[in-house]
């Protein structure tokens, strides 16, 4: 399985940006992708997660109703929409797989695959 994210930068305070995250390999359907993020010295965040074989939604409720998890119908390409962004979003964001939909919104280490990040600086 290879993640490849994209679409990181800087933005200011209130700003919008949206990742994108290109799947390659076998996923397992059942599976659940999802973002998480990483303060340099900090533990990981898990922050929304999506069942790519039904579209049920997960968030964290630190950006539950300013971010917005999807997939394209082909399940390849993931996004994460970001609005209203915040100073304290600023991090490094990771497309992820895993087989705790729920939890890993919670727990940022229940994930099996990991790409290698694309870097959100909001000021």
């Known amino acids: 399985v290879q993640l490849v994210e994209s679409g990181g930068g800087s933005v200011q305070a209130g700003g919008s940006l949206t990742l994108s995250c290109v799947a390659s390999?076998?996923?397992?359907?059942?599976?659940?992708m999802g973002w998480v993020r990483q303060i340099a010295g900090e533990g990981r965040e898990g922050i929304a997660t999506?069942?790519?074989?039904?579209?049920?939604?997960w968030y964290h409720g630190s950006v539950k109703g300013r971010f917005t998890i999807s997939q394209d119908s082909a399940k390849t390409t993931l996004y994460l929409r970001m609005n209203s962004l915040k100073l304290e979003d600023t991090a490094m964001y990771r497309c992820?797989?895993?087989?705790?939909?729920?939890?890993?919104?919670?727990?940022?280490?229940?994930?099996?695959?990991w790409g290698q990040g694309t870097q959100v600086t909001v000021s």
């Open positions: 992820a797989i895993t087989r705790f939909c729920s939890t890993a919104t919670i727990d940022g280490d229940l994930y099996d695959y």
């Open positions: 390999g076998y996923i397992d359907k059942r599976n659940c």
């Open positions: 999506i069942y790519s074989g039904g579209g049920s939604t």
